[in-house]
């Protein structure tokens, strides 16, 4: 009730979803090839009118330290945060603590990091 209203974040629920599969039926829909048209592609069978947009930060629960074929487009240049906490069991300190793992993180989307510091 209280976030209702809310638009600073975007919270997605991926249940029986396959990232490999949805690519690949975005692929066969896609006239180009073309990295945008992919991604838009991609974003029409999700969920039309719903633009995709990047995954800043994917924590990862339980222990597991794979994707699991979990959003791999919008996962591209995520930071990655591994917790043995089990998904019911994590609490607010350990967002806090993930959270702050990402922002001690140098972001550098694939560049070289003096690249990165020239593009800042």
């Not at 692929?27 to 592609?41: I, K, M, V």
């Not at 009118?49 to 487009?73: A, I, N, P």
């Not at 967002?95 to 800042?120: C, I, K, M, V």
């Amino acid at each position: 009730e209280t976030t209702r209203d809310g638009a600073r974040m975007t919270l997605r629920l991926a249940i029986d979803y396959s990232a490999r599969d949805t690519l690949a039926r975005a692929a066969a829909r896609t006239q180009s090839p073309d990295a945008d048209a992919l991604g838009r592609s991609l974003s029409e069978i999700l969920d039309p009118g719903y633009e995709l947009c990047d995954v800043d930060l994917l924590v990862r629960t339980s222990g597991e330290q794979r994707l699991s074929d979990f959003l791999l487009w919008e996962c591209a240049y995520a930071e990655l945060y591994f917790t043995r906490r089990q998904w019911p069991d994590f609490t607010r300190r350990d967002l806090e603590t993930a959270l702050a793992a990402y922002h001690n993180r140098d972001r550098r989307f694939g560049r070289l990091p003096e690249l990165a510091e020239l593009a800042s």
